[in-house]
């Protein structure tokens, strides 16, 4: 196993102290169905030696069972793990593979063509730096060739390898060759990419791959291996680029030393620099550059090291230690680019968690700028997104981070969206640059506040949450509620579901995107309401955890009662008072909640009302005295 090294015989020490020296590529293939990806990367491993003879043995006797080569190695099954890949001969996972020559290693990972996979190939492009773009001769440029080249060059992979693969199947044809590099031309300037290198090969009989090729002549290019074992590293470029530190850890192993942890991804540092923490943007000074084999004189871009500072300044996980002189940027609005990756689609005034480094704050996006047709470019509307839609979006989040742009820095500019709920990655974004109305608009300072305006009015603000389904008695019960409250001399406000369609809220229609943007409004008007010191009784069917979460998130532990109106399905139908489930079981009225348009059962309610064992004043009894009970009437 592993290539041929004559100080392997020789001098063993010397040999594995240079292979722990060699610089790390990371590459990924990708491209179209069907195109050679598996196959290459099982060639690679295969020249430069990295199996095993039980493993040569295992893929022999695979060929056998799985192969599509005849009575030739299958090299893609040395890939190819899942029971699924080998059936169907296809890639659906992501695929990771090590190997490595006299001058340099190597990390690949083998991204699947399927367009229902292209989330799979975000991830596996999201640290490479390059990309070898499979391209079988006898099909030419594809969908997915352009997909893919597009997410190549939005993910910030600069150096592209276009692998025209499968030319023995052609004849070895180099107008074919031609062809194929005329047509990819043209697509590349029309979205930037400039480094871009065309090789014709056969991976299956090893045509170019790591020696020049006698039956192609006619090309006097350079083989695939020359190829990555000379091109630039991204860690090469990355420290000329100002000095980032995102803070992983806080080291504090005792009273005496107290250092922030992290791996530099960018720019050179060494003691006695000047820096600057984001987004607080407290300065000090770098005191010491500490390392497992001690203190080093200078780190660079890649290194893991702690820092400590002269200082005494606060500093968190998820914080960004950067040059003084050239800080990242601090802000919470953004224009980004996101690749959503979820079956369920994005919907905009939803939060999610945004993770970038080791930072997690909430995120809402505010709007969608357009979805980007990666087939001809085109910039269309979109109100939402679909699983594997690009689109630019405006984002608003709940506390300013610290940032690059994702152009300038990979580390500090990429991010990625989570579900609060779920805890699934439903997206990965780019951060483009801060939005100029997040510098011009501050909190004002106010001198009379909440607790100043509840004492007045003798109560503790708080929002009663009533979600149901449609013709549950929320908003008779509700409406009682407040009629009991305002007879006990408390200061209320009563937001209806119906009430506020008709002038809040009468732009939104009942598509999931527009249920979640009414609860959005409804739930900012009711902190509002709070901040003024009412108490505040709300009905509406909210019917998405995931809003009925952030309404709570807006609000003090303490503020925010959620009162589930459980009425069975039946029930509520057969009362129909506006004949609604009538309508909705005829498809006269679409996205109807409990028919077409499902509704999320509360799991942790604080009150939840049974209305097959409560009439509505029995109802709106309890829960004045349960809103007694906790306090809410107390002063």
């Known amino acids: 196993m592993a290539h041929i090294s004559d100080l392997i015989a020789t001098d063993i020490e010397q040999y594995l102290q240079a292979h722990e020296k060699k610089r790390l590529l990371r590459f990924i293939t990708c491209g179209s169905v069907d195109d050679g990806k598996s196959t290459l990367i099982g060639r690679l491993l295969f020249e430069s030696k990295m199996l095993f003879e039980d493993q040569l043995a295992a893929v022999a006797a695979d060929s056998k069972k799985y192969g599509t080569q005849g009575e030739a190695l299958d090299f893609a099954l040395l890939v190819d793990g899942l029971a699924a890949e080998r059936e169907q001969g296809i890639t659906i996972d992501v695929a990771y593979r090590f190997f490595s020559t006299d001058k340099?290693?190597?990390?690949?990972?083998?991204?699947?063509?399927?367009?229902?996979?292209?989330?799979?190939?975000?991830?596996?492009?999201?640290?490479?730096?390059?990309?070898?773009?499979?391209?079988?001769?006898?099909?030419?440029?594809?969908?997915?060739?352009?997909?893919?080249?597009?997410?190549?060059?939005?993910?910030?992979?600069?150096?592209?390898?276009?692998?025209?693969?499968?030319?023995?199947?052609?004849?070895?044809?180099?107008?074919?060759?031609?062809?194929?590099?005329?047509?990819?031309?043209?697509?590349?300037?029309?979205?930037?990419?400039?480094?871009?290198?065309?090789?014709?090969?056969?991976?299956?009989?090893?045509?170019?791959?790591?020696?020049?090729?006698?039956?192609?002549?006619?090309?006097?290019?350079?083989?695939?291996?020359?190829?990555?074992?000379?091109?630039?590293?991204?860690?090469?470029?990355?420290?000329?680029q100002p000095f980032r530190l995102p803070v992983q850890w806080v080291n504090r192993p005792n009273l005496d030393f107290r250092g922030f942890a992290g791996t530099i991804a960018g720019g050179v540092i060494k003691p006695g620099e000047r820096i600057r923490v984001q987004p607080s943007g407290r300065e000090s000074t770098?005191?010491?550059?500490?390392?497992?084999?001690?203190?080093?004189?200078?780190?660079?871009?890649?290194?893991?090291?702690?820092?400590?500072?002269?200082?005494?300044?606060?500093?968190?996980?998820?914080?960004?230690?950067?040059?003084?002189?050239?800080?990242?940027?601090?802000?919470?609005q953004f224009e980004t680019t996101l690749v959503w990756m979820h079956d369920e689609p994005l919907l905009p005034g939803r939060p999610y968690l945004l993770k970038i480094g080791a930072k997690t704050v909430t995120a809402t996006v505010t709007h969608i700028k357009y979805q980007v047709n990666v087939n001809t470019m085109e910039h269309i509307a979109a109100k939402t997104l679909e699983l594997n839609a690009i689109g630019v979006c405006n984002l608003n989040l709940d506390r300013p981070i610290a940032f690059d742009p994702y152009a300038e820095n990979r580390d500090t500019g990429g991010f990625i969206l989570i579900d609060r709920l779920g805890n699934n990655t439903v997206g990965a974004g780019l951060i483009h640059f801060a939005l100029r109305r997040s510098q011009n608009i501050h909190m004002q300072h106010v001198d009379v506040d909440k607790a100043a305006r509840a004492a007045l009015k003798h109560q503790k603000p708080c929002v009663l949450w009533f979600t149901g389904l449609s013709g549950a008695g929320k908003s008779a019960i509700a409406n009682l509620v407040e009629k009991r409250l305002h007879a006990l001399g408390r200061h209320t406000y009563l937001l209806d579901g119906d009430n506020v369609r008709h002038g809040l809220n009468k732009d939104l229609g009942f598509t999931d995107a527009d249920r979640v943007e009414n609860i959005r409004r409804v739930a900012e008007v009711a902190r509002l309401m709070v901040d003024a010191g009412l108490i505040v009784i709300t009905a509406f069917i909210s019917p998405f955890r995931a809003e009925r979460e952030m309404a709570r998130s807006l609000l003090g532990s303490d503020e925010f009662i959620e009162v589930f109106i459980d009425t069975p399905l039946e029930i509520a139908e057969q009362r129909?008072?506006?004949?609604?489930?009538?309508?909705?079981?005829?498809?006269?009225?679409?996205?109807?909640?409990?028919?077409?348009?499902?509704?999320?059962?509360?799991?942790?309610?604080?009150?939840?009302?049974?209305?097959?064992?409560?009439?509505a004043n029995e109802a709106a009894d309890y829960l004045v005295l349960e809103l007694q009970r906790r306090g809410g009437l107390s002063g």
């Open 576 to 615: 129909d008072v506006k004949g609604l489930y009538k309508k909705a079981r005829c498809g006269e009225l679409k996205n109807f909640t409990g028919i077409d348009s499902p509704y999320e059962v509360p799991e942790n309610a604080e009150i939840r009302i049974d209305t097959t064992l409560l009439g």
């Open 286 to 332: 770098v005191a010491r550059i500490v390392v497992q084999e001690g203190d080093l004189e200078q780190a660079v871009a890649g290194q893991s090291i702690t820092l400590t500072l002269a200082d005494e300044i606060d500093i968190s996980r998820g914080d960004v230690i950067s040059a003084a002189s050239s800080p990242a940027g601090s802000a919470d």
């Open 104 to 240: 340099r290693k190597f990390i690949v990972a083998d991204t699947p063509g399927h367009e229902q996979y292209t989330r799979n190939m975000v991830t596996g492009a999201s640290t490479a730096d390059a990309a070898v773009l499979m391209v079988d001769a006898r099909k030419g440029v594809l969908t997915q060739t352009r997909r893919h080249s597009y997410l190549a060059s939005l993910l910030g992979i600069r150096h592209i390898i276009v692998a025209i693969n499968k030319m023995d199947l052609v004849d070895y044809s180099e107008k074919t060759f031609r062809r194929i590099v005329d047509d990819y031309r043209a697509f590349a300037s029309q979205i930037g990419l400039e480094d871009v290198t065309f090789i014709p090969m056969s991976a299956f009989r090893g045509d170019n791959i790591t020696a020049p090729s006698d039956n192609m002549p006619w090309y006097h290019g350079t083989t695939l291996m020359d190829y990555l074992e000379t091109v630039e590293i991204d860690e090469d470029r990355l420290q000329k």
